[in-house]
């Protein structure tokens, strides 16, 4: 999402965490029909941990209004048009993060400015396929609202960093297919060298900082 003030690096943070199932099934225990329905292995949920792997971003204006809709509930648009500056992909960026899960799912959470105040939305998504459980179809895609105080508490404490309301965008994905930060920290120093190097970005992996003075 969009640099929130410009004097300042965007700071990236990758780092991943490991939860019981018992506290998180409450999240994805309905969703394990759903994934049977469409044949992919829920043998991983059950009893003992799942690892998440974890991607933040601060100093950020966070998702908000029609890019945060658009963002978990529509495909293949864009908000932004051409004579714009800014880049985009038409919503298929975030396929990334439904690929790198096995189970096809990720949770976000944004905390952004709405009218001068701080708000909070978190969602969980799912990018399946069309199924059928009984005589009921559903469509491929699904999201789960999660605005209650209690569900952000519980991914505040548990998953994120983000802890003070500060701007910005979260994602945890459950049951990465590959969870090597070092090929992580490949990727950013070969994608994003220029900015990092023009003091821009900062990227944390595992609490290790990549910035302009330890780059190279």
């Known amino acids: 999402d969009a640099k929130d003030n410009d004097e300042k690096p965007v700071r990236v943070s990758v780092s991943s965490r490991k939860i019981s199932y018992e506290k998180i099934k409450h999240y994805i225990e309905d969703l394990k029909k759903h994934l049977d329905a469409c044949e ?10 799942i690892d998440f792997l974890i991607l933040e971003d601060f100093n950020t204006k966070g998702l908000e209004g029609d890019n945060l809709v658009s963002f978990f509930e529509r495909d293949n648009i864009t908000n932004k048009n051409n004579t714009s500056k800014s880049g985009g992909s038409h919503g298929i960026g975030k396929i990334i993060f439904y690929e790198a899960s096995k189970i096809k799912t990720f949770f976000g959470f944004s905390i952004f400015n709405e009218k001068n105040k701080l708000k909070e ?9 069309t199924h059928k459980i009984g005589e009921t179809e559903y469509k491929e895609d699904g999201t789960l609202h999660l605005n209650e105080k209690e569900d952000i508490d519980f991914f505040k404490h548990n998953l994120f960093s983000r802890k003070n309301k500060e701007k910005g965008f979260s994602v945890a994905i459950p049951l990465t297919k590959e ?3 070092e090929l992580i920290k490949e990727d950013f120093l070969q994608e994003c060298y ?12 595992n609490n290790k900082v990549i910035d302009d003075n330890s780059l190279l």
């Open 121 to 129: 939305k978190l969602r969980g998504t799912c990018d399946l396929k």
């Open 194 to 205: 220029y900015p990092i190097s023009n003091k821009k970005l900062r990227i944390e992996i």
């Open 40 to 49: 992919v292995e829920t043998k991983e949920l059950k009893d003992g941990d």
């Open 179 to 181: 969870n090597d930060i």
